[in-house]
């Protein structure tokens, strides 16, 4: 092994942060298909409520823009996207949880890829690869 990949961590992205990097451009894409969705249940909508929706889709269509903008820069180390992808998985799983909780099982594959991509961004080879 070289000094620079001591210093700077593993040359090529582990198995388990590619798997989790894949992951999380499975979450843009559901996360922009709900986002645009919502949008065209409410396209000839107006009323309570309707605003609301619409904001949702907004967040969801800001969110996939966010994953997929960190899931293209991932092979790049890119260190701050590390952190974005957890804050937005964590998230992500509270959310899962309490619709969970709510009788909505759905959630259960939400939560699935969640968990998948906190625990390789969180591990040693997640951590030494984007901190790099």
């Known amino acids: 092994m070289s000094y620079q990949a001591q210093q700077w961590g593993p040359e090529k992205m582990p ?3 590619r798997w989790a990097v894949a992951g999380v ?3 843009a894409v559901l996360n922009g298909l709900a986002g645009l969705f919502l949008f065209a249940l409410t396209s000839d909508e107006t009323g309570d409520g309707v605003g609301l929706v ?3 889709a907004v967040l969801s269509l800001l969110i996939s823009v966010i ?4 899931a293209a820069l991932a092979p790049r180390r890119a260190g701050w996207t590390r952190i974005t992808v957890l804050v ?3 998230l992500s799983i509270i959310s899962g949880l ?3 909780f709510s009788g909505a099982f759905i959630a259960l594959a939400g939560l699935a890829i969640a968990l998948l991509i ?3 961004f969180m591990s040693n080879d997640g951590k030494r690869w984007f901190n790099a």
């Open 88 to 90: 937005i998985e964590w």
């Open 67 to 70: 994953l997929g903008t960190c």
């Open 15 to 17: 198995g388990s942060v």
């Open 25 to 27: 451009w499975v979450h």
């Open 98 to 100: 309490l619709q969970l």
């Open 54 to 56: 619409r904001l949702v």
């Open 118 to 120: 906190v625990t390789a």
